[in-house]
C-alpha cells in the first residue's frame, strides 16, 4: 500500500491524535446546538494535519516551513476555542487542559522539525 511522506512525520502522526480529540470535542458541541463553536473548533484541527500534510508535499524545504507556521497557527487558534468554550462552561477545565499540553507539545515538535529543514 502507498504511503505518503507526511504519514511517516511523527508531527503528523500526532497533530492527528490531537485533532481527533478536537473532533471528539467538536461533536460534543454539537449535541449541544453549538455549531459555530464546533465549526470552528473541526477547522481549526483538521488545520494541524492538512498543512503537514501539504506542507510535505512542497518541492523545497524553505515552502514547507511556511506549512508548518501555518500548523503553528492553527494551533494557537485551537488554544484560544478550548479557552473560550472552558470559559463559558462548554468545557472542562481538566479536558481543556490535558488538550493544551498535548498542542504545546506538538508545536515546540514542529519548531524542532523547522529548524531541522533550515
Do not use: H, P
Not at 460534543?28 to 453549538?34: C, D, Q
Not at 493544551?100 to 507539545?105: A, F, K, P, R, V
Request: charged residues 25%.
Amino acid at each position: 500500500m502507498a504511503q505518503f511522506r507526511f504519514q511517516s512525520l511523527e508531527i503528523w502522526q500526532q497533530a492527528f491524535q490531537v485533532a481527533n480529540k478536537l473532533y471528539d470535542i467538536a461533536d460534543g458541541l454539537e449535541t449541544k446546538k453549538l455549531y459555530r463553536f464546533a465549526e470552528q473548533l473541526r477547522g481549526a484541527g483538521m488545520s494541524l494535519t492538512n498543512n503537514i500534510a501539504e506542507g510535505s508535499g512542497s518541492t523545497s524545504n524553505k515552502e514547507f516551513i511556511v506549512f508548518l507556521n501555518y500548523t503553528r497557527r492553527s494551533i494557537f487558534e485551537c488554544v484560544n476555542i478550548l479557552i473560550t468554550v472552558t470559559y463559558r462552561n462548554m468545557l472542562s477545565k481538566d479536558i481543556q487542559d490535558q488538550l493544551i499540553e498535548d498542542l504545546d507539545l506538538l508545536s515546540r515538535k514542529v519548531i524542532t522539525f523547522s529548524r531541522t529543514l533550515n
